[in-house]
């Protein structure tokens, strides 16, 4: 985390927000982008973007002559709540996966075994049907109209 020597607000398109810088010029390149209302003081010490936002906070930065300005305020709060730790939201629980089944191994072919393999196909009948009979569903069957 970077510790900053400079801290305060500006408005940016129509927006106000906290700033933080590490030296006074920065005033001038922001007003050069186009920043308005800016106002940055020095801090006591180097801070944290969070020990400045409380720090801006607790001496009452939005203040001035009696006159609370409420739009700083208002961006000091939300600068504040952005970066308070909020509790996580319990997420549901996840439905578990099945197992995965695990992976069986091919066996190493044994010569008995590619024996075994051809006589079955050398014994299997080659087919049940003769060339006639296919010929004849051939000839029965109608063109396809393409």
């Not at 700033?19 to 920043?35: E, Q, T």
């Not at 001496?59 to 504040?80: C, H, M, P, W, Y």
């Not at 509790?87 to 190493?108: I, M, Q």
Request: proline share 5%.
């Amino acid at each position: 985390m970077s510790n900053f020597s400079h801290a305060g607000v500006s408005r940016y398109n129509g927006e106000m927000k906290v700033r933080f810088a590490n030296d006074s010029l920065r005033v001038k390149v922001l007003a050069k982008h186009g920043h308005k209302d800016i106002d940055l003081i020095e801090l006591k010490h180097p801070m944290t973007k969070d020990e400045a936002i409380k720090f801006l906070i607790s001496i009452d930065f939005a203040t001035r002559d009696g006159v609370t300005n409420q739009e700083v305020k208002s961006a000091l709060e939300t600068a504040l709540e952005k970066r308070t730790e909020k509790p996580k939201a319990e997420k549901p629980a996840k439905a578990e996966k099945p197992a995965k089944a695990p992976k069986v191994k091919a066996e190493k072919p044994t010569m008995e075994g590619i024996k075994a393999k051809v006589a079955a196909k050398k014994t299997a009948p080659k087919s049940t049907v003769t060339k006639a009979e296919v010929k004849a569903q051939l000839a029965e069957m109608e063109d396809a109209p393409f």
